[in-house]
T-cell receptor, first 109, second 113 residues
């Protein structure tokens, strides 16, 4: 079973920021938290990962709390093409990625 | 060029048949994976190979046998197919030491009738 907890679904207006929360309260001190997304009928796509500092790339920003027990993925200007299932992952032993149910993000015009 | 490519994209077959799904990556990665996504959409890791050696083997029936002829290829053979094998199978690859940044293929939808 996945070690993270995410809301099952969220809606966001097109052009607005989408903030997707994740709880990973059992994460170890040296484990990264990873975010992936899966657009309908496609394979999962890597978005971003982080350890304890906030991270930003061309796709998103990742804000990690100081105690590392939760994080928020931010899509600064959501578009319709960002509608997908978003997965927050705390890797298992052996560096396995275990995908939970994720958050279904619906971006609406 | 597609980074991780799987063939076929769709596979429809009868129970009891033997089938194979092929995967190739042109990223120069050392590690390749097979994941299964069932009807409830949960993605579960099945196997992982690093430079042609098996490193992760989850609780998967031994009817499923991965084969890695070289580090760019990881094929999945399934013997005596059952109804419950119907799912979408995803191949992925990552760079050794590159953490868990995986690149996934577009999936093979297997339907067992």
């Amino acid at each position: 079973d996945a070690k993270t907890t995410q809301p099952p679904s969220m809606d966001c207006a097109e052009g607005r920021a989408a903030n997707l929360p994740c709880n990973h309260s059992t994460i170890s001190g040296n484990e990264y938290v990873y975010w992936y997304r899966q657009i309908h009928s496609q394979g999962p796509q890597y978005i971003i990962h982080g350890l304890k500092n906030n991270e930003t790339n061309e796709m998103a920003s990742l804000i990690i709390t100081e105690d590392r027990k939760s994080s928020t993925l931010i899509l600064p200007h959501a578009t319709l093409r960002d509608t997908a299932v978003y997965y927050c992952i705390d890797p298992e032993y052996g560096n396995k990625l275990v995908f939970g149910a994720g958050t279904i993000l619906r971006v609406k015009s | 060029d597609t980074a991780v490519s799987q063939t076929p994209k769709y596979l429809v077959t009868q129970m009891g048949n033997d089938k194979s799904i092929k995967c190739e990556q042109n990223l120069g990665h050392d590690t390749m994976y097979w994941y299964k996504q069932d009807s409830k959409k949960f993605l579960k890791i099945m196997f992982s190979y690093n430079n042609k050696e098996l490193i992760i083997n989850e609780t998967v029936p031994n009817r499923f046998s991965p084969k890695s002829p070289d580090k760019a290829h990881l094929n999945l053979h399934i013997n005596s197919l059952e109804l419950g094998d119907s799912a979408v199978y995803f191949c992925a690859s990552s760079q050794a030491g590159g953490g868990e940044k995986l690149f996934f293929g577009s999936g093979t939808q297997l339907s067992v009738l």
